[in-house]
């Protein structure tokens, strides 16, 4: 930011500020009937669907660190937050609303750099921005998304539908994100005081877009909707796959028996976790911020599942009475806890 004008965020006010951030933004979807510049937005479900709304949070200093995290990627990363929500519940997102809490020590430039990363995303994922709102923080930049989308009544996926000897399910690997975090960090605290820091990042860039860019899996959900499979339990992968899965198996009166060696871990990520003296089953069971799908089929659907390519089968849900567990390759059982917070 040191090289490019600073504008005090003052010298717009909170209206000419929010005009100049939303400007770019066009409604596109039909479902837009009115977007920015009114008191409320005004949507319109496509006939047959329900509507589906989810709110996140993010807070600087607890979610992110803006010393080592690029505006543009926090800018796409939090609209990939709130749309993974709706994908898990099997919907289309739509529209979004973006407020920001924002400190003094930030110039209008790099709200400009959020915005891109916004724009970016809604771009690519076909999503309205239809309204938001400004504050001062006197606790660094926080940022509050809403995301809007909708969905046939019957092909809503709920976290309370898995059934017993259900199949679960994962896209992607697991925890690359949160290697991703860890190496940032580790590179910050060596850096300290140092005049002209040169991070190592070499080898590890997989990591970096992990968890600086994580793409929303919606090429999952219209796959899944092409081939005719409805899960019959979803969530997204935002607090780790432990805490995860225990929140369906709360909400379906169920347990699972996941497999060790079943679970998909990038090669990036047992290499750092090796070098920082981590376990990467632990990564992936606990970190977080995958934003891949985590679902349950019928046991009869494994064929059709397995076929697609985009998906690993890695355990499967038991009664409630008999727990949540890991099972290793010689056949012991550890039970999973949830270390996060519910998302």
């Not at 479902?31 to 949070?57: I, Q, Y």
């Not at 505006?71 to 993974?84: D, E, F, P, R």
């Not at 916004?118 to 771009?123: D, E, G």
Request: hydrophobic share 40%.
């Amino acid at each position: 930011m040191e090289q490019k004008k600073r504008t005090e965020i003052a010298s717009l006010g909170q209206f000419g500020l929010i005009d100049r951030l939303t400007a770019p933004f066009t409604p596109h979807n039909a479902s837009t009937r009115k977007g920015v510049g009114d008191d409320a937005a005004v949507l319109t479900p496509p006939e047959g669907c329900e509507v589906l709304c989810t709110t996140d949070t993010f807070f600087e200093g607890v979610d992110f660190d803006l010393t080592y995290f690029p505006l543009k990627h926090l800018g796409y990363k939090v609209i990939t937050a709130a749309v993974s929500d709706l994908l898990a519940m099997n919907a289309q997102p739509a529209q979004v609303t973006v407020s920001l809490g924002v400190s003094a020590k930030l110039p209008v430039e790099a709200l400009d750099d959020l915005y891109e990363g916004i724009a970016f995303a809604c771009r690519e994922q076909e999503i309205d921005l239809v309204g938001g709102d400004t504050r001062a923080s006197m606790t660094g930049l926080v940022i509050a998304v809403s995301a809007f989308g909708f969905a046939p009544r019957e092909q809503i996926v709920y976290r309370s539908g898995a059934q017993l000897h259900d199949l679960i399910c994962i896209t992607g690997n697991l925890g690359a994100a949160y290697m991703g975090l860890q190496l940032l960090e580790r590179e910050k605290r060596v850096l300290t005081d140092v005049k002209n820091p040169e991070p190592q990042f070499k080898g590890y860039e997989y990591l970096l877009e992990k968890y600086l860019k994580p793409r929303p899996r919606t090429d999952i959900i219209a796959t899944l909707g092409e081939e005719k499979i409805t899960p019959t339990a979803m969530i997204d992968l935002s607090d780790g796959l432990a805490s995860d899965l225990m929140q369906i198996c709360k909400a379906s009166k169920c347990g699972a028996r996941i497999y060790l060696e079943r679970i998909p871990i990038a090669q990036q990520t047992t290499a750092l976790a090796e070098e920082m003296h981590t376990d990467p089953v632990i990564a992936a069971l606990n970190g977080g911020e995958d934003y891949e799908l985590l679902f349950t089929v019928p046991l009869a659907m494994q064929e059709q599942v397995m076929r697609l390519g985009l998906i690993d089968v890695i355990g499967h849900i038991t009664a409630e009475s008999t727990g949540a567990f890991l099972v290793t390759p010689d056949g012991q059982e550890i039970k999973l806890k949830a270390q996060g917070f519910p998302g």
